[in-house]
């Protein structure tokens, strides 16, 4: 059940980065193991049959992403976040007469979704030299995205509006919160580090091959380079025959292994 689950909380580091506690971070090798972790936390919102909505969600969800790429032979890291947030919609509680348990959960709704309002429009003014400061902390949703919302990112909102002329009120106020949003102006730059890793790891290898040249040098000097082996000389003719197909870019250097090949 919901109410088993550990109660999720929010702590902040020296660095102002924010830490959520009792929640699973799951390293997702495929797309497929992204989709499934993405279904597995959708199943934990809770769904129930309103006024104005045979299945309303009754939370919020949010999905983040943590991507990692480097390029091969590369010691620069390129990291970024995706937040894909799906907000649950606000209700006019004089409308839809709800009581009990739904009333209390639209109440929360309503109040998270008037503190992202709040963000929002804080960073709109601050864009324009309005104001300085941003009530993130006035909710833990806004807290999360505080990144996603007003700093080095680019935000995207999908607002889904009801046909029904009964329903017009809502309609309106969603497409007034997507302008909000559409205010908003970050400045986006792409997140790069080098990984000290990966730079000991080119410089050892690096290291090796100048000293396998050094060795080879050496040998080659002196007359007492080992020769090549038939297997040696089997495989040396497996790339050559390989550089040289029509399939092989022109353009490609040839690398056909150790230094001792091409000194023999």
Request: glycine share 4%; aromatic share 4%; net charge negative.
């Amino acid at each position: 059940k919901l109410e088993d689950l550990p109660k999720v909380t929010l702590r902040e580091d020296e660095d102002r980065n924010m830490h959520l506690r009792n929640l699973s971070v799951n390293m997702a090798a495929s797309e497929e193991d992204a989709l499934n972790l993405l279904f597995m936390g959708d199943t934990n919102r809770v769904v129930a049959e309103t006024p104005m909505n045979d299945a309303s969600t009754r939370s919020h969800c949010l999905f983040i992403i943590w991507v990692d790429s480097t390029q091969p032979g590369s010691d620069v890291v390129r990291r970024s976040k995706l937040h894909l947030v799906d907000l649950a919609g606000s209700e006019r509680v004089s409308r839809t007469h709800v009581d009990g348990t739904l009333l209390k959960e639209a109440k929360y709704i309503n109040l998270s979704l008037h503190y992202l309002e709040q963000v929002i429009v804080a960073l709109h003014e601050r864009s324009t030299g309005g104001r300085d400061h941003v009530p993130y902390r006035n909710s833990m949703m806004t807290n999360v995205l505080r990144d996603s919302l007003g700093g080095n990112c680019k935000t995207t909102m999908i607002g889904c509006i009801a046909v029904e002329a009964s329903n017009i009120n809502e309609s309106i106020s969603t497409c007034r919160f997507a302008q909000r949003v559409a205010q908003i102006k970050n400045n986006a730059k792409v997140n790069e580090e080098l990984d000290p890793n990966l730079l000991i790891a080119r410089l050892k290898r690096e290291v090796t091959e100048l000293k396998e040249e050094v060795r080879v040098a050496r040998a080659g000097k002196d007359g007492e380079a080992d020769p090549l082996t038939e297997e040696d000389i089997e495989k040396c003719r497996a790339l050559v025959l390989q550089y040289v197909s029509r399939s092989a870019d022109p353009k490609e250097s040839f690398i056909c292994g150790s230094v001792e090949r091409l000194c023999a």
